[in-house]
């Protein structure tokens, strides 16, 4: 006799827990058999995501190479390592990765599988924050709400490149809603970790670990900073992760429409 059960992670986007992109099912089949049979356990986690555009798609200002590199071989790192913590112990079974995120923080005291679980979440949410094309100036109600945080979309840029040249050693820049201020707002973070611990909304994210521009830019932080800004982000992604924000946070004026 046997019996599987398979929990897929809550709707195809548990980024925020309110972001629109997909991630992996999270499946956990058991089959127990009787008799002289052996017991067998069958366990599916995480897979990796495949970034949404070909690998060549974002040059000449992000390579294949890196692509190759950072998404095929660290990235994937990440996932592997993710899903053999895991494999040891069911205890985590069913949570969406942003909650498993959260949980294995521990409230600043990291549980081992933390690095991975973040490491993966942080990976598919840039991926996600960069689009061919990309860059420019945001539009409609999220260029609005920029400008009234920051005072203008000229000082928002700014002060997310600004971050991105004093972050020291290894880490992420982000843009994030701040659930109590009700304000976006430009956080740094140091390796790891990511803002769903202090209960912001990430918009968009820009890694700053080496791996993620050495090969392109050298040690050219700076380059790779504004090149980001002006070639690479998705505005698209913003606007669509800012509307579904406004489910949990009120902003008033303006009304991020959604895309």
């Given at each position: 006799?046997?019996?599987?059960?398979?929990?897929?992670?809550?709707?195809?986007?548990?980024?925020?827990?309110?972001?629109?992109?997909?991630?992996?099912?999270?499946?956990?089949?058991?089959?127990?058999?009787?008799?002289?049979?052996?017991?067998?356990?069958?366990?599916?986690?995480?897979?990796?995501?495949?970034?949404?555009?070909?690998?060549?798609?974002?040059?000449?200002?992000?390579?294949?190479?890196?692509?190759?590199?950072?998404?095929?071989?660290?990235?994937?790192?990440?996932?592997?390592?993710?899903?053999?913590?895991?494999?040891?112990?069911?205890?985590?079974?069913?949570?969406?990765?942003?909650?498993?995120?959260?949980?294995?923080?521990?409230?600043?005291?990291?549980?081992?599988?933390?690095?991975?679980?973040?490491?993966?979440?942080n990976h598919d949410f840039f991926w996600e924050?960069?689009?061919?094309?990309?860059?420019?100036?945001?539009?409609?109600?999220v260029l609005e709400q920029i400008e009234k945080?920051?005072?203008?979309?000229?000082?928002?840029?700014?002060?997310?490149?600004?971050?991105?040249?004093?972050?020291?050693?290894?880490?992420?820049?982000?843009?994030?809603?701040?659930?109590?201020?009700?304000r976006l707002a430009v956080v740094k973070t140091?390796?790891?970790?990511?803002?769903?611990?202090?209960?912001?909304?990430?918009?968009?994210?820009?890694?700053?670990?080496?791996?993620?521009?050495?090969?392109?830019?050298?040690?050219?932080?700076?380059?790779?900073?504004?090149?980001?800004?002006?070639?690479?982000?998705?505005?698209?992604?913003?606007?669509?992760?800012?509307?579904?924000?406004?489910?949990?946070?009120?902003?008033?004026?303006?009304?991020?429409?959604?895309?």
């Amino acid at each position: 006799m046997g019996s599987v059960t398979c929990n897929p992670l809550a709707p195809p986007s548990t980024h925020l827990l309110l972001n629109p992109l997909k991630i992996p099912k999270f499946c956990h089949s058991r089959r127990h058999l009787h008799g002289s049979q052996r017991a067998s356990k069958i366990i599916a986690y995480y897979g990796l995501k495949t970034p949404p555009y070909k690998l060549d798609a974002l040059e000449p200002y992000m390579s294949k190479r890196t692509l190759e590199v950072h998404w095929g071989e660290l990235h994937r790192g990440y996932v592997e390592g993710l899903n053999k913590h895991l494999a040891k112990d069911d205890v985590l079974y069913g949570y969406t990765l942003d909650e498993l995120v959260k949980v294995s923080y521990n409230s600043g005291n990291p549980l081992p599988v933390f690095n991975n679980a973040v490491q993966v979440w942080n990976h598919d949410f840039f991926w996600e924050s960069m689009q061919p094309g990309g860059g420019d100036i945001p539009k409609y109600g999220v260029l609005e709400q920029i400008e009234k945080d920051f005072g203008s979309f000229t000082n928002f840029k700014e002060k997310f490149i600004e971050a991105a040249l004093t972050l020291f050693g290894s880490g992420y820049v982000w843009l994030v809603l701040k659930r109590e201020e009700r304000r976006l707002a430009v956080v740094k973070t140091s390796n790891a970790i990511n803002p769903l611990v202090w209960n912001d909304i990430p918009i968009i994210s820009l890694d700053m670990w080496e791996h993620a521009y050495y090969l392109d830019y050298k040690n050219d932080k700076g380059t790779y900073a504004n090149v980001f800004m002006n070639h690479l982000v998705s505005w698209n992604a913003a606007m669509s992760r800012m509307a579904r924000a406004e489910a949990f946070v009120n902003l008033g004026e303006p009304k991020i429409p959604i895309a």
